[in-house]
C-alpha cells in the first residue's frame, strides 16, 4: 500500500463564520494531497495530460468527526490502499497539529484518453512506481 503525508496551515477564507474549516474546502485540500501523493511517485498530473491522460474524479464521500480551525496545520495522510486498474481510489485522513483525527474520506478517479475521453488502463508508468509498494498477490 502507497501511503503519502502532505501538511497544510488553515487560511482565514477557507474558515465559516466560527472559524471552522468549511466542508467544501476539504475537497480542494484533498486535491492538493493527491496531486504531491503522485508527484512523489514521480509522476505529475501535467505530465499525465501531455501524455494523454486525464483523470477526473468519479465518487468522493466524506466522514467529519471534529472541525479544522483557522491557523491550524493539517496533515493530510493519502493513500493509495489497491493497485489501480481503469480507476484508482484514494484514501484520506486529515489529522491537526494535536494528532487528532478530523476527518476520514475517498475518492475515487478514472484514467480517460484525452482525445476520446474514454477510459484506458493505468499509464505503464504509474503502475511500475507503485508495484514495489504491494504484494505480487495484489498485481
Do not use: C, W
Request: proline share 4%.
Amino acid at each position: 500500500m502507497y501511503l503519502h503525508e502532505t501538511t497544510l496551515r488553515v487560511r482565514y477564507a477557507e474558515t465559516d463564520q466560527m472559524g471552522f474549516v468549511y466542508y467544501g474546502q476539504y475537497a480542494a485540500y484533498f486535491e492538493v494531497a493527491r496531486v504531491e501523493a503522485m508527484r512523489s511517485l514521480g509522476i505529475s498530473y501535467r505530465e499525465l495530460e501531455e501524455a494523454g491522460i486525464f483523470m477526473p474524479v468519479l465518487d468522493y464521500h466524506i466522514r467529519y468527526i471534529k472541525p479544522g480551525r483557522y491557523d491550524d496545520e493539517l496533515k493530510i495522510v493519502t493513500t493509495i490502499p489497491v493497485l489501480p486498474a481503469v480507476r484508482i481510489r484514494f484514501t484520506y485522513e486529515t489529522f491537526n497539529s494535536a494528532n487528532e483525527l478530523l476527518n476520514k474520506a475517498e475518492t475515487e478517479l478514472v484514467f480517460l484518453n484525452r482525445n476520446n475521453l474514454r477510459p484506458v488502463k493505468a499509464p505503464t508508468d504509474l503502475m511500475e512506481r507503485l508495484a514495489e509498494y504491494y504484494s505480487n498477490d495484489g498485481i
